[in-house]
């Protein structure tokens, strides 16, 4: 079973549209959550990180994210979308019972942004 | 100028060959990590390394072997590749002593096709 679950596979949208993607973990306890995305023919990079505090984080190039624990959930938004976006994201969690030692990816979610 | 490095950027090898896939980093960081990314099912841990003397399997380390030859360099082997190794192999880096930080930081990836 994927611990880390992200529902759309695939995303299509148009400039300006506002955004919200989807990730859910299964893991009880203390978690760090992050989200990363790739550009095509890119690594991987750190839009955002969630450690403590106050939930509602703000990452780069305008993105942010919630944690809701109560639903075990940590779901990605951008008000309003540019092409530039079109990329894949993946949500990932570090839990506290392994140390924080290992990352455990989703998925992804590949977002095609149209001009 | 790039922190973490991965050579070669591409191969092209045929079943049952050896192949040495090569990360460097300039971070200073103690960590390091090998992972498998395939359509659809995200990035997957093959190994880790928490230093020099420390290494661990992921959750997909059959078919794989790693070695850390010093702290900024850890290569990852397939003793005899096989079509399903086929993929794109990510390294990546995180340092221990930053409190509280567990980020991750990715190279460019080695796209690898076993024919």
């Known amino acids: 079973a994927q611990s880390v679950s992200q529902h759309n596979h695939h995303v299509i949208l148009s400039e300006a549209a506002s955004l919200e993607l989807g990730c859910n973990y299964s893991?009880?306890?203390?978690?760090?959550l992050f989200w990363y995305v790739q550009y095509p023919g890119q690594h991987l990079q750190l839009l955002l990180k969630y450690f403590s505090g106050d939930p509602l984080v703000k990452g780069i190039k305008g993105f942010e994210a919630e944690f809701i624990k109560s639903k075990f959930s940590f779901n990605l938004r951008k008000p309003s979308v540019q092409w530039s976006d079109t990329a894949e994201y993946f949500c990932a969690v570090m839990r506290e019972s392994t140390g924080f030692q290992k990352l455990v990816f989703g998925t992804g979610t590949r977002l095609l942004v149209s001009p | 100028d790039a922190d973490v490095t991965q050579t070669p950027r591409n191969r092209i090898t045929k079943t049952g060959k050896r192949i040495m896939l090569e990360c460097s980093q300039t971070?200073?960081?103690?960590?390091m990590y090998w992972y498998r990314q395939d359509p659809g099912l995200g990035l997957r841990l093959i190994y880790y390394s928490f230093d020099v003397k420390d290494i661990n399997k992921g959750e997909i380390s059959d078919g794989y072997s790693v070695s850390r030859q010093a702290q900024a360099k850890f290569s990852l082997s397939l003793e005899s590749a096989i079509p399903n190794q086929t993929a794109l192999y990510f390294c990546?880096?995180?340092?221990?002593?930053?409190?509280?930080?567990?980020?991750?930081?990715f190279g460019p990836g080695t796209r690898l096709t076993v024919t």
């Open positions: 893991y009880g306890g203390t978690v760090n």
């Open positions: 971070k200073g960081h103690d960590r």
């Open positions: 990546a880096t995180s340092d221990s002593r930053v409190s509280g930080s567990y980020e991750q930081y």
